[in-house]
């Protein structure tokens, strides 16, 4: 079983290798902001559980084994921050939560969360309650609207104009 700590470096790890090819220990160390030394020890815990092949002075790639985790800890990442935005969370507190509860959340619930960001997708534009949501939190008011006629709506109305 991986470890939240584990799952950050692998996705590190791998965001990098998709996009530069490789990765190496400057590269981790920027991105979540930890001293080199620490990477360097890390990579080899990462090698000793058989997460990834790394050569002292060189780069690091993941095995089979680690690809997944990265791949699965990105996609949860991506379908929280995406529920989030969705929410009208700004998007650096979007991606700095979702760091912290894709490590957390259950399966259950991610299964829920994705499939819920998967049925607001469908529609071309946010779905009106979706609107009428955002429009309660900034406002602390509902919305009361004919839905035969959209102008009779303070949230439709604005996006018309």
């Not at 469908?122 to 900034?138: A, G, I, K, Q, V």
Request: with cysteine; charged share 30%.
């Amino acid at each position: 079983m991986t470890t939240e700590r584990n799952e950050d470096y692998l996705e590190a790890i791998d965001a990098i290798i998709e996009r530069k090819g490789y990765a190496q220990v400057k590269d981790v160390s920027k991105i979540l902001g930890v001293n080199p030394s620490s990477v360097t020890e890390m990579f080899q815990k990462l090698g000793e559980a058989g997460y990834v092949n790394y050569k002292k002075y060189g780069g690091v790639t993941l095995t089979a084994k680690g690809k997944r985790i990265a791949k699965k800890t990105r996609k949860k990442h991506n379908i929280l921050k995406e529920f989030l935005l969705n929410l009208g969370v700004n998007e650096k507190i979007s991606d700095k939560d979702a760091c912290r509860m894709e490590h957390i959340v259950t399966p259950e619930t991610m299964d829920r969360l994705t499939r819920f960001v998967e049925f607001i997708k469908r529609f071309e534009d946010s779905p009106r309650w979706l609107d009428h949501f955002r429009y309660f939190y900034d406002t602390g008011e509902y919305i009361e609207c004919n839905p035969s006629d959209s102008s009779s709506c303070p949230v439709h109305r604005s996006k018309q104009s």
